[in-house]
């Protein structure tokens, strides 16, 4: 065990914690706004994979052409899947939205496998690397990393510096004042899902520039945005963000002491001690 | 004197539970209207049917002659209607700005908001001074100052205020109906729902006496104050 391959690992580790916080943010910022779980945001991690594979082989697009497009497709979806599933149920306990959310999740996973089957893809990047000793920084990470901080902070930026961010963050707070301020609020929520969506399937698309994936990838991812988010405080963008990167983090430095295989154990260990202890996340959001 | 908001015959209520029996007020242009009645007269209930915020079962609110009943409170609001909600309803985690602009939503308001900001923080001063500040830890006093400029911000045609002395100090509330007497003097048309029956009463040009969900008293508001129910009932005399 030497210092390097600490390091090694841990950089590798933080570098993909920032695309754990980018679908951590989708996951809390949909909760935030409306308290809704979505359980579809694993299967839309993966339709942001397949997204960018497909634009990359069938349409012969750059992949990081495609990264944007699948912004936009995840936006489309997620405004389409508000008003289809999510509407009807919006004023409903939790258990109704979260039934909801996981039928779409079940359809998605249903008729993806029928489409593309489960056998793995993977996309044909290479960005080359920085080499230094045993530390390697891939070109494709370094990449994903940049576009992961560049969408937090269009986030950020639309959330604190727009009239419409402003306006979900008024819903977010007081619906019904919301509304009778003059705020078209349904019109709010389904953006605000959209957005959620976008930052999951974006998410997925930079995944697909760095592993192999099947329509069942986005489970993992799925399951870790919820440590995250719990890390960060439920309905908490920056806490998201920071709890990703963190989570990057320790699943690096972990995986040089144990077996891959036993990360997923660490992470609910995680989950249950903040559960236990921090039931705010980490960094205390309002209740 | 036109007629700017209508309600005729209203009957609304929470489910199964009907809390008003055909209620039918007329609001005329420029006047402060004040609607006075014990607690669960159904005041507020009104207030949020005539907003949009729950559905009418039978009969029409009608806005500058538009039949506005089946509108959705936001669009009820950018044609000009706007509320100064019970409990102030503020964006308790949004900026005093924050929550100011978002008043300016309609787009006549948006398009004036810096003119708007301008006279509003004229009249609330200590707004002014605390524009960065988070809503949520302002005193109850500036939080009610707040929800009222919230509502001005909107520029509307008519502003609704439920309960607006409800929980302030005797001060600010003497404050309060000083502003509400000179956006009177500014011409703009006001409904009062107050339980400070005396204050609401001194102020006013018609009021209206509601008890068990239909509207029992109706009448200039002075010659409202001199009835012997109404004395006996709400002043204490």
């Known amino acids: ?287 | 004197m036109s007629t700017l908001l209508e309600i005729e015959n209203v009957q609304s209520g929470y489910g199964e539970v009907q809390i008003l029996w055909g209620v039918t007020l007329k609001m005329e242009q420029g006047r402060l209207t004040c609607l006075v009645g014990a607690n669960g007269a159904g005041k507020t209930t009104l207030l949020r049917t005539v907003m949009g915020l729950l559905p009418a079962k039978q009969g029409a609110v009608r806005f500058d002659g538009q039949n506005v009943t089946k509108t959705s409170p936001h669009e009820r609001a950018r044609a000009g209607m706007a509320m100064v909600p019970e409990g102030r309803q503020l964006f308790t985690d949004l900026s005093v700005l924050e929550n100011l602009e978002m008043g300016a939503t309609p787009n006549h308001a948006r398009a004036a908001m810096k003119q708007n900001l301008e006279w509003t923080f004229e009249l609330f001063p200590r707004l002014k001074e605390r524009t960065n500040q988070i809503a949520g830890t302002l005193s109850g006093g500036e939080q009610q100052m707040l929800a009222i400029a919230r509502g001005l911000m909107a520029q509307p045609r008519v502003l609704m205020f439920d309960e607006p002395s409800l929980g302030l100090s005797p001060l600010f509330t003497l404050n309060l109906f000083q502003i509400i007497r000179k956006l009177k003097e500014r011409g703009l048309t006001m409904l009062l729902v107050e339980q400070n029956v005396q204050m609401a009463l001194a102020i006013s040009d018609y009021a209206y006496v509601m008890n068990h969900g239909k509207i029992e008293i109706e009448g200039e508001a002075r010659k409202v104050r001199e009835l012997e129910s109404v004395r006996k009932a709400y002043l204490g005399a």
């Open chain 1, 1 to 287: 065990m030497n210092l390097e391959a600490l390091l090694a690992s841990g950089i590798d580790g933080l570098m993909l914690g920032f695309v754990y916080g980018i679908a951590a943010m989708g996951l809390t910022l949909i909760f935030g706004v409306m308290r809704v779980i979505n359980l579809a945001h694993g299967p839309i991690i993966a339709l942001g994979m397949f997204s960018v594979y497909l634009l990359t082989n069938q349409l012969g697009l750059n992949p990081y052409l495609a990264i944007p497009i699948t912004v936009l497709l995840g936006l489309a979806f997620g405004m389409v899947m508000y008003f289809v599933a999510v509407n009807r149920v919006i004023n409903e306990p939790e258990l109704t939205t979260l039934l909801a959310t996981f039928a779409v999740s079940l359809i998605i996973i249903g008729l993806g496998t029928v489409a593309f089957t489960t056998t793995p893809r993977a996309l044909d990047v290479n960005l080359g690397a920085l080499r230094s000793g045993q530390i390697t920084v891939l070109g494709t990470k370094a990449v994903a990393v940049l576009i992961a901080i560049l969408v937090a902070a269009g986030l950020y930026a639309l959330l604190y510096r727009t009239r419409v961010g402003k306006s979900i963050r008024a819903v977010a707070n007081n619906r019904s004042a919301a509304e009778i301020m003059g705020i078209n609020t349904r019109g709010i929520l389904a953006f605000s899902f959209g957005l959620g969506t976008a930052l999951a399937a974006t998410a997925g698309g930079l995944i697909a520039t760095l592993f192999a994936f099947t329509i069942l990838s986005g489970g993992t991812f799925e399951l870790k945005s919820f440590v995250i988010v719990v890390l960060g405080g439920l309905g908490n963008p920056t806490g998201a963000l920071v709890g990703g990167i963190l989570l990057g983090l320790l699943e690096g430095v972990f995986t040089i002491f144990i077996p891959v295989g036993w990360v997923p154990v660490i992470e609910y260990v995680i989950f249950v001690l903040i559960l236990l202890v921090r039931p705010n996340g980490l960094f205390g959001a309002r209740t």
